[in-house]
């Protein structure tokens, strides 16, 4: 693995600025990595991790920089819960039966204490995020983030480079992949015509 400097430099290209997310995803990422024995996850670890991320910030992008996980990889799953969080799978460690789903992952979260941690430590810096910028790249992994182990379920079809059946929904048309499709009284409904949808039609007046 690289260094913290060298991730922070990467991770700063990647988003456009360094800020305290960035710094927080790095280390958070790479302790991640560490707890798993992953040390070249561009390398020959590539296929060994899945990461699930439970926030859309500054974070995210610079746990994908460390891990190599992208969205369009499938091995980069988000969970909108709102947290500085992040759990790294590997897909190594299987638990159970050959047939099980089950993986086993660490779960790292931030601790709200380390804002406060980060004012105590550098009081002589005004601006709040240079001040955590700066004190997160000094605090321990353990004044920084809690740690747990968890299973993780993780299907066939959650898996990179998983290849499934493309199924057509019965109302608008447009294909379905990877399960993603909702069967109702007979029909096979893609979600946002099943009722999920995020968007609506414009009004035309």
Known sequence: MKSLDEYLRDAEQAHGHLCAGQVLGVR???????K???DDPH???RKRLVTFVEIDRCATDAIGVVTGCRLGKRALKFRDWGKMA???VDLNAKLGAETDHSYRAVRLAA???SKELARKLHPEIEKKNHQQVLAYRELSDDDLFTTQWVEVELPPEE??????????CAECGEGINFGRE????????CRGCAGESYYGPVDRR
Request: aromatic share 8%.
């Open 111 to 113: 601790k709200e204490s």
């Open 86 to 88: 992040a759990t790294f």
């Open 36 to 38: 798993l024995g992953i």
């Open 28 to 34: 958070m990422a790479m302790l991640g990595l560490q």
């Open 159 to 168: 898996f990179p480079g998983y290849k499934g059946d493309r199924i057509v």
């Open 43 to 45: 390398g020959k670890d």
């Open 182 to 189: 909702v069967r109702r009284d007979g029909k096979v409904l």
